[in-house]
């Protein structure tokens, strides 16, 4: 069973919010309303501009997701959703344009098989009324099927991609086509193809008489329908040819899904690495293993890593048959395919069966037919370049490239082929959830340097993540049941600079920082932490601005490096638990979230009178036009032709029309029951008291449902604030039992939510549990002063009663600690473990914010979390100076120490 990810539900949610806004507000504002606002580490907040460039004014937007997001399953959903909000059909029309035959076979093997997630995603919306086909399939689709049934039609864009029309069957006159293009408006027609001279050249039976009829082709079938266009990879397709036939086909709007936009895509969504990560669809960090000592003791070592993982992997509950790759050299290469599979084979080798081994390459192709996942011999795949496009195997947990690493052709493709996990669930053996790379190179720190640059560059990683995902062996893998907690190896840290730093090394440094002269200037080998000072001897060698700007970037690249090696969670050290605000329910002791305070301000559709404000529909002969809280959803003559909106079936009634809103609306805490009734009362009031014909609902179904929704939600908010003023007295934290709580959360080690930019100052904090810190800043954004929340982090990593601490990430409860308010949930600002064992909660507010209703709010459930701790649990708001005069560092030090 594939569960839903956190990043598919935002992303998604993402794709909605716009297309429900353009609809109302233009392309434009829409982009500006949704698009992301990326904030620089001086506190400015940027937004790019929405780019015409690919198709003009025809919406496209793209979500960026790396390899192994799952793209496939997220495009199959956005079909549908995007649909009812941008089309307001349940039968969308979706041109699916991938970039290789070997893809579009994968892909409509995964939209048509019946247990495929892919195709389940299409069925939970559409149930059997869907067809997918190919283009040489889409004569089998019925005109009656269009408009009834979701049609998925799956093609590469090579397919399309041409100067010369006539050139292509998808241009070509069909006359099995025919019936489909029957009754055209002039509005259709003014879209589609005519038969031209060209036409009758490559199509002998078509005569003179046919110049100027329109062309019943695959092409003008598509354009007819106006379809949502999907483009997987489409970094691959970004030329201005490629541009013109997507103009050329009319498509309501283009949807790309890429590891790597390039420049001109609108990334509406971009989903970071470290988001799969946490959501275990991929394994992270990567073991990288250097071998400076020769190729055989890269295969050895590489073979014995995947012996060891083998062995972790009975302890799994699900069947994993770890495999490695080698990527062998090319023929005029020292370590060629057949030179390695005698090696492996021999007795003088590896002396492993050759059964166990698969050789891909363009000659050998031993996968072919092969289903790595299910129980088999393969243990071994050898290749030389890229695998079989579409090859998938989470099973595959070891690389080892034979190749130099700084230049070996499709590295990131293998190394994308190793960081799938299996069944994207998490693993039982920590080191089930890493990927290891084995190269034929010296230093760590510069093989480091060109495979992150191929994690940014072709697999979707930024820059700190590729940082953090690449981590070097600590000696061998721990032995099962072993701690991983130990301390690590300092990690040596390579920084290119611009020149030799004039002054010598200063005499403090000289064990630490070596410099080595190069052709482009120098090189800095710093083995131990880079601290300020070295920072500062090292910028000694810049100029100003960009070569101070780069070698900035450097020595922070290697500090997120060093960091992800060193920093607590990286070394397993578990974070205490921390106990939830519970609260007894009908004689349960239940945590306390939104439902159930919306539960005990006794929510209820029928507790406020039947009513949809801010809902109304104004029609003329040319436009039909439905206002939504203040906006106004525009339906032209065009789209209500396409739509059938004019159309509405003799024997619909309110029970099909209740029945539509119904899946639509669906709450997990209202009765099917209930939620019937209030639809229908809701629908009796506006056409009894406002005068709406059910035609009308009907057309205007989906945006209708969008209102209901918006009100549900509206009528829950008040019910939730009623139970929690009422309730709070009763709040306390969950009993502890075994080594935690009954309910409790916990800072997982690789779950950590933070978002770009992270911290860069000078001061090096010492105790944060994660390796990077989110929304941290050092400097007050245009001023030279100390920034106020990094003024109270500063005092909290300092404190000797410290053991680690987190800064807490807003809007994520999956992953961050919450406490719940009347309105929402509150996070507070840092989360401390103390050495004694106590939890310490910190929220820090500026001056315009110490007393705000919502800051007296969020102080009373912090107190009721700390009082009904036990002595377990303590919570400050922390301001700059208080009543009392006493600055967030000695606040800190009272409340800790009791004073």
Not at 451 to 472: C, H, I, K, S, T
Not at 805 to 833: C, G, H, M, Q
Request: hydrophobic share 40%; net charge negative; with cysteine.
């Amino acid at each position: 069973m594939f569960t839903w990810k956190d990043y598919q539900r935002k992303a998604l949610t993402a794709l909605d919010d716009f297309f429900r806004k353009l609809r109302s507000a233009g392309l434009d504002e829409a982009w500006r309303a949704c698009a992301p606002v990326a904030e620089t580490a001086d506190g400015n907040r940027t937004q790019e501009p929405y780019s015409r460039d690919a198709v003009g004014d025809v919406p496209a937007v793209c979500v960026r997701i790396p390899t192994g997001g799952g793209k496939t399953f997220l495009a199959a959903h956005a079909v549908a959703r995007v649909g009812k909000a941008l089309q307001d059909t349940e039968a969308p029309v979706a041109l699916w344009l991938v970039p290789s035959d070997a893809i579009r076979a994968q892909t409509l093997e995964a939209l048509s098989s019946p247990r495929n997630p892919c195709r389940e995603a299409l069925t939970q919306y559409f149930g059997e009324r869907v067809r997918v086909c190919a283009l040489d399939e889409l004569a089998t689709v019925g005109p009656q099927e269009v408009g009834r049934a979701a049609v998925v039609v799956v093609a590469t864009i090579q397919s399309f991609n041409v100067k010369e029309k006539a050139q292509r069957t998808v241009y070509s006159f069909d006359e099995t086509l025919a019936s489909h293009f029957q009754g055209l408006t002039p509005q259709q027609e003014a879209r589609l193809d005519r038969v031209t001279e060209a036409d009758i050249a490559a199509q002998p039976y078509l005569t003179r008489a046919d110049i100027g009829r329109v062309k019943t082709s695959i092409a003008n079938w598509i354009t007819l329908h106006r379809p949502i266009v999907i483009v997987d990879e489409a970094h691959n397709n970004r030329t201005e040819q490629a541009f013109g036939t997507l103009r050329n086909l009319h498509p309501a709007c283009l949807i790309e899904l890429t590891a790597t936009p390039a420049k001109g895509s609108n990334v509406l969504y971009h989903v970071g690495a470290l988001a799969l990560q946490r959501e275990d669809m991929i394994k992270l960090p990567i073991v990288l293993m250097e071998h400076p000592t020769g190729w055989k003791d890269a295969v050895r070592d590489a073979i014995l890593t995947r012996d060891r993982l083998e062995m972790l992997a009975a302890k799994e509950n699900d069947y994993i048959r770890p495999v490695l790759l080698f990527q062998a050299e090319a023929k005029n290469g020292e370590v060629t395919v057949e030179k390695l599979l005698e090696h492996l084979t021999s007795v003088d080798g590896e002396h492993i069966a050759r059964e166990q081994i698969a050789v891909a390459t363009g000659n050998q192709k031993e996968l072919d037919g092969i289903v790595i996942g299910e129980p088999g011999p393969i243990r071994y795949v050898i290749t030389v370049e890229a695998l079989k496009e579409g090859w998938d195997c989470p099973f595959a947990y070891v690389l080892c490239s034979l190749q130099d690493a700084r230049s070996a052709k499709d590295v990131e493709q293998l190394l994308g082929r190793v960081l799938r996990m299996p069944y994207a669930r998490p693993r039982l053996q920590v080191e089930m959830s890493k990927a290891y790379a084995h190269i034929v190179a010296q230093g760590f720190a510069r093989v480091a340097d060109a495979l992150a640059d191929r994690l940014v560059n072709n697999m979707g990683f930024e820059r700190y993540e590729a940082a953090q995902a690449l981590v070097p062996a600590q000696g061998v893998l721990p032995a099962a049941g072993g701690s991983s907690a130990a301390e690590p190896k300092p990690a040596e840290a390579v920084v290119a600079l611009p020149a030799m730093p004039t002054a010598a090394v200063p005499a403090a440094l000289q064990e630490t920082v070596e410099l080595r002269p190069t052709s482009n200037g120098a090189t800095a080998i710093v083995r131990g932490e880079l601290s300020a000072e070295v920072e500062d001897f090292l910028l000694t060698s810049c100029k100003g601005g960009k070569q101070q700007d780069a070698v900035k970037e450097g020595i922070e690249r290697e500090r997120i490096r060093q960091a992800a090696l060193t920093a607590p969670s990286a070394r397993g050290v578990p974070f205490a638990p921390l106990p939830q605000l519970c609260m007894d329910f009908d004689g349960a002791l239940q945590p306390v979230e939104k439902r159930m305070l919306a539960y005990l301000g006794q929510f209820d559709l029928f507790a406020e009178p039947v009513s949809l404000a801010g809902f109304g529909v104004r029609e003329s002969g040319n436009t039909f036009e439905i206002n939504l809280a203040e906006e106004t959803v525009h339906y032209e003559v065009s789209d209500s032709a396409q739509l059938h909106l004019n159309e509405v079936s003799p024997h619909a009634n309110e029970n099909d029309l209740v029945r539509t809103l119904e899946g639509e609306c669906r709450q997990m805490d209202v009765f099917p029951t209930n939620l019937r009734k209030w639809l229908l009362a809701v629908l009796r009031h506006l056409q009894g008291d406002r005068h709406f014909t059910l035609t009308t609902l009907v057309r205007g179904q989906f945006v209708l449902a969008e209102a209901l929704r918006h009100e549900i939600e509206r009528r829950r908010k008040l019910a939730v604030g009623k139970g929690f003023q009422a309730s709070l007295p009763g709040f306390a934290c969950a009993p502890p039992q075994d080594n935690g709580f009954r309910y409790e959360f916990r800072f997982e080690p690789n779950q950590y939510p933070g978002r770009p930019p992270f911290y860069a100052g000078r001061y090096r904090f010492k105790k944060h549990y994660y390796p990077v810190i989110h929304d941290l800043r050092e400097k007050r954004a245009s001023k030279n002063e100390w920034a106020e929340e990094f003024t109270c982090a500063q005092a909290i990593d300092v404190h000797p009663e410290v053991k680690q601490w987190v800064r807490n990430v807003e809007k994520e409860p999956r992953f961050s600690f919450w406490l719940p308010t009347a309105t929402d949930y509150f996070y507070p600002d840092f989360i401390a473990e103390l050495r004694d064992g106590r939890l310490f909660a910190v929220e820090y507010k500026g001056e315009p914010y110490k007393t705000n209703d919502d800051s007296r709010e969020k102080k009373a459930v912090g107190a009721q979390w700390e009082h009904s701790s036990g002595g377990r649990c303590l919570f400050l708001m922390a301001v700059s100076d208080d009543e009392l005069g006493r600055d967030v560092a000695r606040q800190i030090d009272d409340k800790v120490r009791g004073r």
